[in-house]
């Protein structure tokens, strides 16, 4: 079992409809979480984390972690086609220093 | 420079041969950290440093190995490449070893 999975997609939503992108992780003892977002050729960029379960939310986004069921996903409000990208979760186990686990992303396309 | 520096960017390397990719950053983060990113298999962990003048093994060491002289620069050196070393190396930095990632453009490595 990857220690943390994604489905690879891609996932296709018409604009302006809602993304939901879900990641799950084997080790119960993670304590932090992350999406990152990377468009194609390009290098993985921080758009959310979150600690805590419940939800977090940042403009169109939203972060959803239920520890309890060892998942984390991340909600697109009102998506835009440049929002067209892979997006990887990122999960850590440790506390203190941090050593991320990446799952292999979702490719999320968003149509006009 | 703003932000993190790779170079070269773009590479091809005779089997055998010695590489050191570079990688330094201006923001003054403590934490850097070398991920190689390869098809189906996402971002992995090679090695990292919480602090200028430590360091540690990641998920896949082997075959590579890096130096923190200082703060600013982490570079990453293949003594003897192979062409299973044929990937795209992502530097990153954080600052306190959070899993707040910033990363570099990448250097896209074809050993043949």
């Known amino acids: 079992q990857k220690e943390v999975e994604q489905n690879s997609g891609p996932l296709s939503v018409p604009e302006g409809a809602i993304a939901s992108l879900n990641c799950t992780y084997s080790?119960?003892?993670?304590?932090?979480f992350f999406w990152y977002r990377q468009y194609s050729g390009k290098s993985p960029e921080l758009i959310m984390s979150?600690?805590?379960?419940g939800d977090k939310e940042d403009g169109r986004f939203t972060a959803q972690l239920n520890k309890a069921s060892q998942y984390v996903s991340l909600l697109i409000r009102d998506s835009q086609p440049s929002d067209s990208a892979t997006y990887l979760c990122?999960?850590?186990?440790?506390?203190?220093?941090?050593?991320?686990?990446f799952g292999t992303g979702t490719r999320l396309l968003v149509s006009p | 420079i703003a932000g993190i520096t790779q170079a070269p960017t773009s590479q091809i390397l005779a089997a055998g041969r010695r590489m050191t990719l570079r990688c330094t950053q201006d923001?003054?983060?403590?934490?850097m950290y070398w991920y190689r990113q390869d098809l189906g298999l996402g971002l992995r962990l090679i090695h990292y440093?919480?602090?200028?003048?430590?360091?540690g093994k990641g998920e896949v060491p082997d075959g590579y190995s890096v130096s923190r002289a200082n703060t600013d620069d982490f570079p990453l050196t293949l003594a003897s490449a192979v062409p299973s070393q044929t990937s795209v190396y992502f530097c990153?930095?954080?600052?306190?070893?959070?899993?707040?990632?910033?990363f570099g453009e990448g250097s896209r490595l074809t050993v043949l």
């Open positions: 080790d119960r003892g993670s304590q932090s």
């Open positions: 990153a930095s954080s600052r306190g070893g959070t899993g707040e990632l910033f």
């Open positions: 990122a999960v850590n186990k440790n506390t203190g220093f941090q050593k991320l686990v």
């Open positions: 923001m003054r983060h403590n934490a």
């Open positions: 979150i600690y805590s379960n």
């Open positions: 440093s919480n602090t200028a003048g430590t360091t």
